[in-house]
């Protein structure tokens, strides 16, 4: 109300944070209407955006002053929810944050200080830290770029599990934490901290330029599935099937932080599907790593079901962001990746459906199963239609294999054929014919 009494008083940050704000919920108002439209009356996000970049600049948000930081949170949360393809671009907005963040010692817990920060505005910072550093794990992982946060100069707690409702301005205490099993808006951050913590110490170990110990490996492994099992079980895996009750909101939160741990598992064993494939010592990684990857096309397939007209996610199909369909396409190249491995044994254990229990089988069909999910939104994005391509071809590569031991070829195939003019046939096939020349451990590995 002060802001309306006197405009032109009011702080030039406040304003790009106004701004803001305003930008992120147009966003959301664009990817909630099915045709994409916005009332005459309403400026696009494009505007909204440039206005407050105008005004980050006018106030001088390198001086570190009040709202700055907010301000560029929502501003990088405004260009994620208009692209669904992460750019460099948002990781170097992402590095501004951070220098941003630690020159105001967000890195820092406010009661190492005591007396220079209120119990407000320290829960406050504490909320905001856990943001940055969630997103700042996500994003370099998904551009195959190092975390810019060292994690060992930072001593920031986790908020606690409170409802917005428990906090006011003048407080002289902050109220006890609510126990987990009490869903309050900030409950899915703190939940999702424990496995975001090992997942950076999985993807530190996994790009790290000395050669990994198996034994750390292994160490990570237990890591991430402990901190998993202590997340809240309403926040655990469960089909859309099963959650008619359910929030989408906790639905979708329930599978980002499944994917996130499926994820770990999938970086820090994927390095040994190619690493001495006869080596019985790395058949536990290799195992480990294709049954994370079968897990989350299993999610992709049953999310993929729940959007569909009828379906239980039907009006929310729009929540899904560049950062969860990167983990889709991340688990069918390691599946692509094993069966190209399997390929090259040229042995009949490849059919062998006694010694794999039928794993093969397995892949085979979560294969077809996503290669016609990214069919059916290759208009999305460049990356979907690749991925279809891509997996289409995979899978005609196996039939093939199989037809070596076996002439029930058709019972093998059901894909529709690909259009034999389409110009990344050749590419595709030189990368799972010639999978020796590409590069499967590193991160930083895209179709793009």
């Known amino acids: 109300m002060e802001f309306w009494k006197a405009p032109q008083k009011a702080p ?125 794990a996500l994003l370099s992982f998904q551009l195959g770029l190092p975390s810019m946060i060292p994690a060992e100069c930072c001593d920031t707690h986790v908020p606690r599990n409170l409802y917005d409702a428990d906090l006011h301005v003048g407080m002289s205490a902050l109220p006890t934490s609510r126990p987990s099993s009490e869903y309050t808006p900030v409950l899915y951050c703190i939940a999702k901290a424990g496995v975001m913590s090992i997942f950076k110490k999985i ?84 195992r480990f790593c294709v049954e994370a990857a079968l897990e989350i096309l299993a999610r992709q397939a049953d999310m993929h079901q729940a959007f569909q007209p009828g379906g239980r996610l039907q009006e929310d199909q729009w929540m899904l962001s560049s950062l969860t369909i990167h983990d889709f396409l991340l688990a069918a190249m390691v599946i ?28 085979i069909g979560a294969l077809k199963t996503s290669q016609r999910i990214w069919a059916a939104i290759s208009h999305l994005s460049p990356e979907s239609r690749i991925a279809s391509l891509a997996l289409d071809l995979m899978a005609r590569k196996v039939a093939e294999r199989e037809a070596s031991f076996s002439r029930n070829e058709a019972a093998f195939m059901d894909i529709p054929p690909v259009s034999p003019e389409l110009p ?12 020796e020349t590409l590069d499967w451990v590193s991160p930083s590995w895209r179709l793009d």
């Open 336 to 363: 692509c990746l094993d069966l190209s491995v399997r390929l090259e044994s040229h042995t009949t254990a490849f059919v062998n459906e006694r010694a794999d229990h039928g794993l093969v089988s397995r892949e």
């Open 203 to 286: 993807v530190a170990h996994t790009i790290s330029l000395a050669p990994p110990s198996y034994s750390r490996t292994l160490t990570l492994d237990a890591e991430m599935r402990g901190a998993y099992s202590l997340v809240p079980d309403f926040l655990k895996r469960r089909d859309t099937s099963q959650s008619l009750m359910d929030s989408s909101e906790i639905i979708l939160n329930r599978c980002k932080i499944e994917l996130l741990y499926l994820k770990g598992l999938v970086v820090l064993h994927r390095r040994y599907i190619r690493y001495e494939p006869q080596d019985a010592k790395f058949e536990t990684s290799r």
């Open 12 to 136: 030039v940050l406040w304003i790009a944070l106004l701004f803001a704000i305003l930008s992120v919920s147009v966003q959301f108002r664009l990817k909630a209407n099915a045709d994409g439209a916005l009332n005459g009356s309403i400026p696009s996000p494009d505007i909204l955006q440039q206005k407050t970049a105008q005004c980050l600049l006018l106030g001088g948000y390198r001086t570190a002053n009040a709202y700055a930081l907010e301000t560029l949170l929502l501003y990088l949360q405004s260009g994620f929810l208009g692209d669904l393809k992460t750019n460099s671009r948002q990781w170097f907005d992402m590095g501004i944050i951070l220098r941003l963040a630690f020159r105001m010692g967000y890195h820092r817990d406010p009661s190492t200080f005591p007396g220079t920060t209120t119990p407000f505005d320290g829960e406050m910072r504490r909320r905001v830290w856990l943001h940055i550093f969630q997103l700042d």
């Open 424 to 435: 990344y046939m050749e590419p595709m096939s030189e990368m799972i014919d010639g999978s």
